[in-house]
């Protein structure tokens, strides 16, 4: 009797190391990244991301993670981060040129602009909730415009970010909430995909009033980056005359970088810095995100990722039926913020 139970044990041990060995030889497949921007003070909550990241998605992928911060990241961020993860990761600071409120914002005019949002919000009682719900100061703050123009223009042109191509972004504080099986960015490879998202809801308007003027500007002056079989219908209820303010929530987003570096967006995102808006109103990269993919590529170039159950804030996505049973979620599909 002895025997056999020292023999059972030994087989699983066996097993489970045999499954160990194989999960540490995996080496990724994709020339792709986690990008995580982050503050030191926001660690306890990077680390619980990481956990989920690892536990439901890379320790079976092993893909390495780049951190990037407008200051250098504390030796405790560094130790802690590095030893949550099962593949590699650095650390980078973000250049200033990339991060600050350039010279040539004219700092008056933008700082009526912040008080004015500010200033809205409180007499009208805000025109939504959303501000409470995503934390205070979003519409005031200077460090969330410069976070905002970083992500919508200069994320990828980083050193440490240069080499790769794909990327998912994870922020502080994200759950991700079902087994994901397979590779998401040879997924999207294979099917010539580029921009993938989960969560998509309204920008509040008050952050982006002349947005949609400077994209049609953009696009009556370069035409030719305007993709046949695009996704306005997307963005607009009357064929591009007005915003319907819909975009994909970019706190999740997994895509190819060769988009961002490439001849449309690098033109669109020059125009949209040349106008200011990033500081004199506060253009979110989730806008400037969706509206260049749902234009410049086609509709088929976006992914859904459906079986992907997420949480950021107070908003989820999680999937039903037999995703939710494939991925053994942890989410409740009535949660699911996609039928609000
Ligand atoms: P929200 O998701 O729109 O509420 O914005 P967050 O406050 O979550 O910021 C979005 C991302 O940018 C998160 O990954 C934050 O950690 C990061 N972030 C925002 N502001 C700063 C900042 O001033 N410095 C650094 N290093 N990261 C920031
Ligand atoms: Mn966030």
New binding site residues.
């Given amino acids: 009797m002895e025997e056999l139970v020292g023999n059972t044990l030994a087989q699983k041990t066996n097993i489970w190391a045999d499954s160990l060995a194989n999960q540490a030889s995996a080496t990724p497949k994709a020339n792709a990244t986690f990008i995580?921007?982050?503050?030191n003070s926001?660690l306890k909550a990077v680390v619980e991301s990481i956990q989920y990241m690892e536990d439901r998605f890379n320790k079976k992928f092993q893909y390495p993670y780049v951190f990037?911060?407008?200051?250098p990241f504390t030796d405790e961020f560094k130790e802690w981060t590095s030893q949550m993860v099962s593949s590699k990761a650095e650390y980078g600071i973000?250049p200033r040129e990339h991060w600050q409120q350039p010279d040539w914002i004219d700092e008056e005019r933008a700082k009526a602009g912040r008080d004015k949002m500010v200033d809205e919000n409180i007499i009208y009682g805000g025109m939504s909730s959303y501000p409470e719900i995503?934390?205070l100061n979003?519409l005031g703050s200077v460090?969330?415009r410069?976070?905002c123009r970083f992500?919508s223009g200069y994320f990828f042109r980083h050193p440490l970010i240069l080499p790769y191509r794909w990327y998912w972004r994870i922020?502080?504080g994200v759950r991700f909430y079902c087994d994901l099986g397979y590779d998401p960015f040879l997924s999207m490879e294979d099917n010539n995909q580029v921009y993938g998202f989960n969560i998509a809801l309204y920008e509040l308007e008050e952050t982006i009033p002349t947005l949609w003027k400077a994209t049609k500007e953009f696009i009556s002056k370069h035409p030719q980056y305007v993709a046949s079989g695009n996704a306005m219908g997307f963005l607009s209820e009357d064929g591009g005359r007005t915003y319907n303010l819909c975009h994909f929530w970019s706190?999740f987003e997994i895509a190819d970088m060769e988009f961002w570096r490439g001849e449309a967006y690098t033109a669109y995102f020059d125009w949209l810095e040349s106008k200011g808006g990033f500081y004199y109103e506060r253009w979110g990269d989730a806008p400037v995100h969706s509206i260049a993919a749902s234009l410049f590529l086609r509709k088929e170039q976006l992914r859904f990722f459906d079986e992907i159950g997420y949480k950021?804030?107070s908003f989820q996505h999680c999937p039903s039926g037999d995703r939710h049973k494939q991925g053994r979620c942890s989410c409740s599909p009535k949660d699911a913020f996609d039928w609000d």
Avoid at 36 to 39: D, E, I, N, P, V
């Fill in positions: 995580f921007l982050a503050r926001e990037l911060n407008d200051e973000i995503m934390g979003i460090s969330y410069n976070m992500n922020e502080p706190n950021h804030e």
